[in-house]
């Protein structure tokens, strides 16, 4: 193999082989561009190959250098960098997540992490909201949660300070949600070349129609049907070029259910999606690959609770890199009776 063609998810990969190999200068060495790379960037080398992100690619360095160097005192730094990219209590993709996750196990055992004995204080605008002491018995519990309002943030600049006393390593993730205005009749277009609209019509109980591929289906902005018909929902994802594993969701307007969808027709086993997933309030397709044009997507619901509603936007979006993505536009539905 040629080692100045690997890009450095490779070069982890591989070294984690040289480990179990016993190999372990040749993994080792395998690692220093990567960590020169982490060191003078914040981020890694795909060298032009296939993408994977900073996340997968950091997961796999903690996992070799777990079993090569586990005194080396950039992994430390490396975890926290890692820990800082959560959103929530996941990482940006399922894949992502499932890396950390792995590389985590790995790199516990070799760490003092397991043995905590710290206090930690938390203030906001120099006001303390929280104490709380932290020990072996917390390893194992779900994380510790903070919530403060605006009563205590208050409108302007809101400093929070959290201060560590005792043994242990402490990691905490800070999140601000807010409610905010928005333009939900302008699609949201964050990739070029990727674009989703949808479309509604009166269906049939029982019969299933391939969506038309070549006429454009007219996207109006208010529809109107009467409680107890059924309403087809056609989806149609354009781009301009491949894309992979992406999903399609469709937020579904309140007062209609989703019908399950029986027996598939023949056609339907060559179509793009792969898998359907149902939920009270949604429908999504996993679509393996987008080739360049027009794919139309259907499902059915049923009309039920009379009144006016707001199906929000649909978004496609990559299941492993979700900044690749794109969203629909807001559309009213009237249900009479």
Known sequence: YERAALSDWGRAMLAQLFAQLGRGDEGRALLGPVWDHFKASKAFDSNGGQWRSDMETAAALISA????????????????????????????STRDTAFVLYALAEYLPTSSEMTPDMNVVVTVNKQQVAKKHFGRQDVFRPETTLSAGADVLGTQRADVEIRKTGAGRLYCTVTLDQAVGAR??????????????????????????????????PQRERYTFESGEVIEAILTVRCDREFDNMMVEDLIPAGCEIM???????????????????????MAFALTHLSPGAHRLAYRMVAQIPGSYTALPPRVFDMYNPQVRGEGIAQSVEIGR
Do not use: C, F
């Not at 027709?265 to 898998?275: I, L, S």
């Open 65 to 92: 250098a777990s079993r090569l160097s586990p005194g080396d005192p950039r992994l430390p730094d490396l975890v926290r960098w890692l820990m800082e990219k959560r959103q929530g209590n996941r990482w940006s």
């Open 184 to 217: 939900l009749n302008v699609p949201v277009r964050t990739t070029p070349g990727l674009l989703i609209e949808r479309a509604y019509r009166k269906g049939t109980p029982t019969r299933h129609e391939r969506p038309e591929r070549e006429d454009r289906l």
């Open 260 to 282: 399950d969808r029986g027996v598939i027709q023949p056609w339907e086993w060559t179509y793009e999606w792969a898998d359907q997933v149902i939920r009270d309030d949604r």
